[in-house]
């Protein structure tokens, strides 16, 4: 699905939160590029089926983050399977795909399933835990992960990830600029449309979460903030 690399705006959603039918509606016509549903704990099945099949009653492309092979379906446009370069532990750089892929390998359909190499900056947050990210990095260590990413295993996706909190926008310019091929996503902390038009300038894709429950006007707010980066800058940010 090369249109991926065309996502500016994203929205993401958590099966393990509730999300009510007139905002669901508003969050998938708001013009935004795609929903990707995805969490780190509590992903169920349910919770991902009830959320696939009430964001296709709408024509926004959606895809599910697999964090939980028991939550896997199909159904989805894509899949997207996180690799947490810079988790001190293999189970969550390659371990828990090396069992998937040992199970669903002959079925899987590759053109559809996209790896993304997270680097999580947030100590705080879930997937930092869970992961047990090593998360004191400095900038040249990030800039480090992401040319691994991208010359050494040419992933498609290099994902700079605060979730819970706002980044540094200077460090996505700089990452930004050691990447050419590999899709840059920042996600993290954005609650308000100027946030997301900050991070938009440098950024392949930007991606916002937690602010859909938390601040849901705002949140929606930051979609046309980031169409009118990409109108002023082209595909990618950094001119
Ligand atoms: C049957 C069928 C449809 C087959 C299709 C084929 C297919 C897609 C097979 C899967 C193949 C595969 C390789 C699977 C990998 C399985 C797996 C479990 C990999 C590990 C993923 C991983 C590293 C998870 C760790 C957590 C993480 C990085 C999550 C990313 C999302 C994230 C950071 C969310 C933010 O956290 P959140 O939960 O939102 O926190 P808050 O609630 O505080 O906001
Ligand atoms: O929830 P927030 O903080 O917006 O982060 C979005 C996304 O990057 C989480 O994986
Ligand atoms: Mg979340």
């Known amino acids: 699905m090369e249109e991926i690399r065309a996502w500016r705006h994203v929205f993401k959603l958590d099966p393990n ?3 009510d039918d007139e905002r669901l509606e508003r969050l998938c016509e708001s013009g935004t590029d795609a929903v990707i549903v995805g969490g780190t704990d509590g992903v169920t099945l349910d919770g991902v089926l009830d959320l696939l099949a009430r964001i296709r009653r709408f024509s926004v492309p959606c895809a599910l983050e697999v964090t939980d092979m028991d939550a896997l379906t199909p159904g989805f446009d894509a899949y997207f399977i996180p690799m947490v370069l810079n988790s001190r532990h ?3 750089v390659i371990g828990r795909h090396h069992e998937a892929v040992k199970q669903y390998g002959d079925v899987m359909n590759w053109d559809e399933i996209f790896a993304e190499g997270y680097c ?3 100590r705080e947050c879930k997937a930092a835990k869970l992961t047990e990210a090593d998360t004191a990095l400095d900038d040249d260590d990030v800039v480090a992960y992401a040319r691994l990413a991208e010359h050494l295993y040419k992933l498609p996706i290099f994902y ?3 979730s819970g909190v706002y980044g540094n926008p200077a460090l996505v310019e700089k990452v930004k600029r050691v990447l050419s091929r590999t899709q840059l996503v920042y996600g993290g902390g954005i609650t308000a449309p100027e946030q997301a038009a900050e991070m938009a300038r440098y950024a392949d894709t930007v991606v916002v979460g937690n602010a859909v429950y938390s601040s849901f006007e705002s949140a929606l707010a930051t979609v046309e903030a980031v169409k009118r980066i990409a109108g002023e800058n082209g595909m990618n940010g950094v001119k």
Do not use: A, C, G, H
Request: charged residues 25%.
């Open 160 to 162: 700079l990830e605060y």
């Open 17 to 19: 939160k509730p999300i």
């Open 120 to 122: 999580i900056l947030n």
């Open 90 to 92: 293999v189970e969550w």
